[in-house]
C-alpha cells in the first residue's frame, strides 16, 4: 500500500480547499505558518493567491514581501494564481490590468518565482496534489537540468561548473557570473564570506557581506552551498 502524500496547510486556507486535498487521499496538516499557505517539503512550499486577494494585495505592498519571505525560505516556491478573472470584476480595476499584469510579470521575470494559474479551489488542490506527488515519490525527472553545449567557450565553462552548485541553474549562474567579475572564484568566495542574519526567534531574515544586495539568493540558498563548500561556519541562531 503506497504512503498518503502529506501537506501542511496554514489553517486559515478554506476549508473547501482542505476538503479537496482530502478527497484527493492527502494527509492534511493544519497549522499556523507565518510563511507560505501550503509546506510539501523543507525545499517546496507554495503560495495562494485569488484575484481579489492578488488585488488587495498589490495595494497594500504585502505581495511583494511575501514573495521575498518565502524565496528566501524555501529553494523551490511557487505562486498558485486562482481564479485570476476575479481580479478585474470591480470597474476600476479592469483599467488597471497593466498593473497587475506587470507585477506577476516582474515576479517571473526578476523574481524567478514559478507561477501557476488555476480557475478554481478544485484545481487548485490537483495542483499542490500533483507538486506533493513529484516531490514525495520517487519519480525520475525526465529533464536534464544541467546542460553542455557542445561547443563550450570560457564563458560556457564557467556556468557550466556554477551550475553545480545548490539550486543553480543557467539564469542563476549567469547573474553570479557577471556580479562577481566574470569569476567563478570570487563567487566561491562571496559564499563563504556571507553571513546569514537571523530574527530573535530563530528564523533567517537576511544576509550580509557580498551576498547581501543580491536579488533572488537568500539564507536558505547560502547555507546549502556553504554545506556543499565544506564550510566550518555553522549557520545557526547565534542566539
Known amino acids: ?69 518565502l524565496i528566501e525560505t524555501y529553494d523551490q516556491p511557487v505562486l498558485i494564481i486562482e481564479n485570476l478573472t476575479a481580479a478585474f470584476e470591480r470597474v476600476e480595476w479592469k483599467k488597471r490590468k497593466k498593473h497587475v499584469y506587470g507585477a506577476l510579470t516582474y515576479i517571473f521575470l526578476k523574481r524567478q518565482l514559478p507561477i501557476i494559474p488555476t480557475s478554481k479551489v478544485s484545481e487548485t488542490a490537483i495542483v499542490l496534489n500533483r507538486i506533493a506527488s513529484w516531490v514525495q515519490e520517487d519519480k525520475s525527472d525526465p529533464l536534464i537540468a544541467r546542460k553542455s553545449p557542445k561547443k563550450r567557450n570560457l564563458r560556457d565553462n564557467q556556468i557550466f561548473f556554477l551550475q553545480g552548485l545548490h539550486n543553480t541553474g543557467q539564469k542563476k549562474a549567469e547573474i553570479l557570473l557577471d556580479h562577481f567579475n566574470q569569476s567563478p572564484t570570487n563567487v566561491i568566495k562571496g559564499i563563504l ?31 546549502e552551498n556553504k554545506k556543499i563548500l565544506g564550510s566550518s561556519e555553522k549557520e545557526k541562531n547565534p542566539n
Do not use: W
Open 193 to 223: 564570506k556571507s553571513k546569514v542574519i537571523y530574527t530573535k526567534t530563530g528564523n533567517p531574515k537576511g544576509l550580509e557581506g557580498p551576498f547581501e544586495k543580491l536579488e533572488g539568493f537568500g539564507p536558505k540558498y547560502l547555507i
Open 1 to 69: 500500500m503506497s504512503k498518503l502524500l502529506h501537506i501542511i496547510v496554514d489553517h486559515r486556507e478554506p476549508n473547501s480547499l482542505k476538503n479537496h486535498l482530502r478527497k484527493l487521499e492527502m494527509n492534511v496538516e493544519e497549522a499556523h505558518l507565518d510563511i507560505a499557505d501550503y509546506i510539501i517539503s523543507d525545499q517546496v512550499a507554495c503560495e495562494r493567491k485569488t484575484g481579489t486577494d492578488l488585488i488587495a494585495s498589490i495595494m497594500d505592498s504585502r505581495l511583494f514581501e511575501q514573495i521575498d519571505r
